[in-house]
């Protein structure tokens, strides 16, 4: 009975340990399309921020939760949330603008423990605690995204030839994953 519990416990804690990052992707489309940018392995209540004007931030998806998530989206870093969305399973969510005139893209989220609460939790502030995205990609012809691993100081020229659908000079870059669209 004592090595059933051990086994039981050692299981427990792990899908906890498992849930303690996500992975945060911001996307060029509502309804999780087209290119996107992604920081993985997210901390709990730690930014993701990608630039207004990237174009990226009209959808965002988050992946790998664990159960008890509540993620939001804010118009600036991390400080006034203008959408969320959370679940008590373990998920994989888009959340999109809502398609209407004069609403704008998304330009940070980031995900806190607590579902259902998370709507009520304290905004952070501005200061630090903000990453870039450490992966971009692409959706192909096909509905696979295409993500590559791509160092901050070259982040500028990834997106660069994401833009200019130019995917061949991708291939400098560690592809990192290619799964199918939902």
């Known amino acids: 009975m004592t090595f059933r519990k051990l086994i039981y416990l050692t299981v427990l804690a792990v899908s906890f340990t498992a849930s303690e990052a996500m992975d945060i992707c911001a996307y060029t489309s509502r309804l999780c399309g087209g290119s996107f940018g992604c920081c993985t392995d997210i901390p709990v209540n730690t930014c993701c921020w990608w630039e207004q004007k990237s174009g990226y931030g009209w959808s965002v998806r988050f992946k790998n939760t664990g159960p008890n998530w509540f ?51 304290a905004p952070r502030s501005d200061e630090g605690g903000c990453r870039m995205p450490d992966v971009l990609g692409y959706t192909d012809s096909d509905g696979n995204q295409r993500m590559y691993k791509v160092p901050v100081e070259r982040f500028d020229e990834a ?3 994401i833009e200019a659908e130019d995917y061949s000079a991708l291939g400098e870059f560690e592809e990192v994953t290619s799964t199918v669209s939902d």
Request: include cysteine; glycine fraction near 14%.
């Open 71 to 121: 993620g939001s989206s804010y118009g600036g870093r991390c400080a006034v949330s203008t959408g969320g969305v959370g679940s008590n399973l373990p998920d994989n969510t888009c959340l999109s603008v809502f398609d209407a005139p004069n609403y704008l893209n998304w330009a940070s989220a980031n995900w806190r423990r607590d579902f259902p609460n998370g709507a009520s939790a």
């Open 159 to 161: 997106l660069g030839a």
